[in-house]
């Protein structure tokens, strides 16, 4: 069996990691290479990582210690960078690609998938290298699909279901609910569902009420499933393939307009942390706590607040279920105050569970009420300038800071 | 005035026909000459005794066809245009070669009858009576839409016709379907409702368990399969282990018609009318074609090549369905070609003419956010932020 979780912490170009970040809740780290070598900001962790064989030759799984450009005499005088860029898209593909050819049990199936290549290329080249076999274009079934993919999972396979659009998992909620989510406990341990199931969900550009749905609000009560959002390509790549290694079934929600993010990523390869948060923006004055999309529009209000005098700390949560208190507990314990921001509808989202458990653990740490701005308790409207007042922009971060901070 | 019959000589399209004795070149006082004309195929029955391929119609009826199926056609290209202006956004399924399922049907029915589809809605909602404003207004989100602007391209509905929508996860208007036919059986309305899907549509379980319901109630529901043959990017056979989408009801008998011809969808849909007012639910498969890819932004050709949609709309192959009718037309000496031309234009004018209008409709307020969220004055609190 597998056991996951190598997770380096490279970071990105301007945030350095402070080495207490290392710590990654419940999983174990071994420290065999903590004497990581520090260099240019860049710092690799190694845990114990074993590949679960299966025959796959694992390609060349070769961690390295410090993430120094080895590769710069074969990159391009353009690209004296290490690392190399790509899309979110792309990252996630990569991330998919890497464990497919790793692990032959690692399957994909969805709506266009294989042949089309994906509706948002996610999987394009795919079908071609693995066969139809490996990624298999369902009809429009996804209650059937979902549950055979649990079904195939229970076997031992690590099927990877894509929702075209997240909102049409709605028709397999009893599968997810029901079957995914419980089916390890109900046997008593003895099934497991490593199924990772992701597709593009959030408001986009004016996709109509049923394709600009948040399921994150929905599953966040279905025990036994984790949730994780990612919103770089960096973290799309990583959350990837950690879902996929991972033993318990996770949903990786994506977002519909920012597959076209661009980064630069490590050449190496590298698994995050499920369970992690990511700190963005570290800061004094406030933590704000967002996910996905919205991370982009609290940077946005960061540029605005700087600019006004105020320091907020930015943390892009990730990991939606379950909640990382430890980093979230850490920051508030600096700040004292709390802003959420969600795309999640106001009622029953991410952002009221998230309130509740700050409330439980850190209440005597709060100088403030939390603060939380999601998006408005309607169906997203058509029309362009009513679906912009559905969702929260940055200017009213910046008032609700300014309202914290008073 | 004796009504002269036309009968067509043969299976050939362009063969000679006979002409009327009164040896009028253009019809003008006979619009209501019955003309009895050969559907292009033979329907085929699945469980059931499939109705004549001759279908009587009038110059009048083949003129409205042409017209209101340009019109479509129109309004589709004009679509595409706006999409590429990003004046509409978001997704946009068009119908551009399959206008004469709509046109075919409204012709057998009538606007107590209902009709619900997916998402590719537009010309099935001018079909019902829905004007260009509202059509092009809701497409640019827009506040003289028929949705004021908050449904868009795939939510476009008109209670008074009889239609209920337009709707973007698809399968789920299925059950919805046979809902209002369940609602048309309780009230005693003696109308029916269609319930239309696609080839890719076809393979959701609601479908049968709905269909399994209506069978059981015997309730006057006509399950309608547009099969274009791809949904999306999958083509029938890749989807579908039996594409034969009419046979898939088992025990609810089933029609398969030629899609692209006005004139067989209306008997279609006047024999399964009759059939289920008095029996229960049956399926049509349509038998058509888009155009145009999946939404704007499917190219169409990744999956299908260019010489199979040109040979489609070839008027050698004769299946475009506005081509077949202006053919017929011809044929049979209702209007000279300068005439239809003059439609066309005509059309191309109105729908001009629409999109100026619709440009100038505002978009919605701010306070049209939370309106209609639930119905005024029971009680339900809006929070705002």
Not at chain 1, 42 to 69: F, M, N, P, Q, W
Not at chain 1, 84 to 94: D, I, P, S, T, V
Not at chain 1, 290 to 318: C, F, W
Not at chain 1, 332 to 356: D, F, P, Q, Y
């Amino acid at each position: 069996m597998a056991s996951l979780q190598m997770a380096a912490l490279l970071s990105a170009p301007s945030t350095p990691v402070p080495s207490d970040r290392v710590r990654l809740g419940a999983l174990r780290l071994s420290a065999s290479s903590s004497s990581a070598a520090r260099n240019g900001g860049a710092l690799v962790v190694r845990s114990e990582a074993k590949v679960s064989g299966g025959g796959a030759s694992a390609r060349g799984l070769s961690l390295i210690t410090h993430a120094v450009a080895e590769k710069a005499a074969a990159a391009s005088s353009a690209d004296s960078k290490p690392g190399h860029e790509l899309l979110l898209f792309e990252a996630l593909r990569e991330g998919l690609d890497e464990e497919m050819e790793r692990d032959p049990t690692v399957c994909v199936m969805g709506e266009d998938v294989g042949h089309y290549g994906g509706s948002y290329k996610v999987t394009k080249g795919l079908a071609t290298k693995y066969g139809d076999l490996r990624v298999l274009d369902t009809p429009i079934a996804e209650n059937s699909f979902t549950g055979m993919g649990i079904g195939s999972a229970m076997t031992g396979l690590r099927p990877v279901v894509e929702g075209m659009n997240m909102g049409f998992l709605l028709l397999a909620y009893n599968q997810i609910s029901n079957n995914c989510g419980m089916l390890h406990y109900t046997s008593g341990g003895q099934f497991k569902i490593p199924i990772v199931i992701r597709g593009p969900g959030g408001v986009g550009r004016q996709l109509g009420a049923e394709h600009s749905q948040r399921l994150e609000s929905y599953f966040q009560s279905i025990p036994g499933l984790q949730m994780v959002a990612c919103s770089t390509p960096y973290n799309a790549k990583g959350l990837m393939k950690a879902a996929i290694r991972s033993e318990n079934p996770v949903v990786l929600f994506e977002h519909v307009l920012l597959y076209n993010l661009k980064e630069r990523i490590p050449d190496e390869e590298y698994v995050l942390s499920l369970e992690e948060a990511e700190m963005v923006r570290p800061g004094e004055h406030v933590t704000i706590l967002t996910y996905s999309r919205m991370r982009y529009h609290v940077m946005q209000a960061a540029k605005t607040l700087v600019n006004k005098g105020y320091d907020p700390e930015v943390i892009d949560i990730r990991s939606l279920k379950p909640f990382d208190l430890y980093t979230i507990g850490n920051s508030i314990k600096k700040t004292h105050r709390v802003l959420i921001v969600e795309e999640c509808m106001r009622t029953g989202g991410i952002g009221a569970s998230l309130r509740s458990a700050i409330i439980d653990n850190f209440w005597d740490y709060l100088d403030a009420p939390i603060l939380c701005l999601s998006s408005q308790d309607v169906p997203t409207p058509y029309a362009g300038t009513l679906e912009n007042w559905t969702v929260v922009q940055p200017e009213q971060i910046v008032a609700a800071v300014e309202q914290l901070c008073k | 005035m004796a009504a002269a019959l036309l009968r067509r000589a043969s299976t050939s399209p362009s063969a000679c026909l006979l002409r009327p004795l009164s040896g009028r070149l253009f019809s003008s006082s006979s619009d209501e000459t019955v003309l009895s004309i050969e559907t292009s195929v033979p329907f085929t029955g699945h469980k059931i005794e499939p109705p004549s391929r001759m279908v009587d119609t009038t110059p009048k009826e083949l003129l409205s066809f042409f017209s209101d199926m340009a019109l479509m056609r129109r309004m589709e290209i004009a679509a595409d245009s706006l999409y590429k202006a990003k004046l509409i956004r978001g997704f946009c399924h068009l119908y551009d070669g399959q206008e004469a399922v709509a046109v075919g049907m409204e012709a057998a029915i009538t606007k107590a009858d209902g009709i619900i589809t997916a998402y590719r809605d537009h010309c099935t909602f001018l079909g019902r009576g829905g004007n260009l404003v509202q059509a092009f207004s809701e497409l640019m989100g827009r506040q003289a839409g028929c949705s004021n602007g908050k449904g868009g391209s795939m939510h476009f509905y008109k209670k008074d016709a009889s239609f209920y929508g337009g709707h973007g996860i698809v399968g789920a208007q299925v059950p919805l379907g046979c809902g209002v036919a369940f609602a048309q059986k309780y009230n005693k309305e003696g109308a029916v409702t269609f319930a239309l899907y696609g080839d890719g549509a076809a393979n959701q379980g609601q479908l049968f368990e709905a269909l399994n319901i209506s069978a059981l109630w015997d309730l006057p529901a006509i399950l309608v399969c547009e099969n274009n043959h791809y949904g999306m990017g999958t083509a029938e056979w890749r989807a579908a282990k039996s594409p034969a989408y009419y046979k898939r009801g088992d025990y609810v008998p089933g029609l398969k018609v030629d899609g692209m011809d006005a004139l067989a969808v209306k008997q279609a849909c006047k024999f399964a009318k009759e059939y289920a007012l008095a029996n229960g639910p049956i399926i049509l498969e349509m038998d058509t074609y888009r155009y145009h890819g999946h939404s704007m932004s499917d190219p169409g050709s990744t999956y299908r090549t260019r010489d199979e949609i040109s040979g489609v709309r070839q008027v050698s192959r004769e299946r475009d369905p506005i081509e077949r009718v202006r053919k017929l037309i011809l044929a049979h000496d209702i209007a000279p070609a300068s005439e239809l031309k003059d439609i066309e234009k005509e059309v191309r004018k109105q729908v001009d003419d629409a999109i100026a209008q619709a440009k100038e409709s505002p978009m919605p307020d701010a306070s049209e956010l939370f309106t209609n969220v639930y119905v005024k004055g029971y009680g339900a609190e809006v929070i705002y932020l």
